[in-house]
């Protein structure tokens, strides 16, 4: 199952993730996939088309199986290219949003906004972003452009009369939505319960430091 947090050292790792596997009779060692064949991937899994397995099999490793080699491949393959995380951009992205118009409802739309994205900020080539990143490392970057341009604007919105009202008081900018996702029900943890305001502590408190004592 895939983890709620997303985490650039884990994202790095998984980079380095292998698996072996029985094709054409031979063991065979695969890595995982980078950006542009792990989003192939996830497409052929969507698909559930019959020869989706096959396909996988062969898209995955560059090797065509034999019909007793595909069950068993496709199943160590496909745990190897399990996404690790679901980052908070990916997950608000992944929430109710207004249809797109028809001309940019084209297939593979969403990693070539992730290419775009990632070339404009840091100028690496397409073929570069696709195939040397991980899809995991590829959003922690997308969430450092946006948090980046988030605050740049911020600032500009300070000093512009814009961002003041008629007294000259700043107004509050308004916040990237992912920024408020956090815990979820697939983290494990959910976020705390707000404790009612009858039960928090009254008047002075005191904390009884342990070393001292001892």
Request: hydrophobic share 40%; with cysteine; glycine share 6%.
């Amino acid at each position: 199952m895939a983890a709620a947090v997303l985490d650039f050292l884990d994202a790095l790792a998984a980079k380095q993730r292998t698996a072996e596997v029985i094709l054409g009779g031979k063991e065979v060692r695969v890595p995982r996939a980078p950006l542009g064949l792990h989003l192939h991937l996830l497409l052929l899994l969507e698909s559930g088309s019959p020869e989706s397995a096959f396909d996988y099999v062969l898209l995955a490793s560059g090797q065509e199986p034999a019909p007793e080699e595909i069950a068993p491949a496709f199943s160590l393959l496909r745990r190897l290219n399990e996404p690790i995380s679901q980052p908070p951009l990916l997950r608000a992205s992944l929430r109710g949003r207004s249809r797109p118009p028809a001309a940019l409802r084209y297939r593979g739309r969403g990693l070539a906004a992730i290419v775009n994205e990632i070339a404009i900020a840091y100028g690496w080539t397409a073929h570069y972003i696709l195939n040397e990143l991980g899809p995991e490392e590829a959003w922690c970057y997308l969430q450092e452009i946006q948090l980046a341009r988030h605050d740049e604007r911020q600032f500009l919105y300070s000093l512009s009369t814009v961002g003041r009202d008629k007294k000259g008081k700043q107004k509050p900018f308004t916040s990237l939505p992912w920024l408020k996702i956090s815990a979820s029900p697939d983290s494990g943890r959910p976020p705390p319960v707000p404790v009612p305001k009858r039960f928090l502590p009254s008047g002075t408190i005191v904390r009884f430091d342990e070393r001292r004592a001892s």
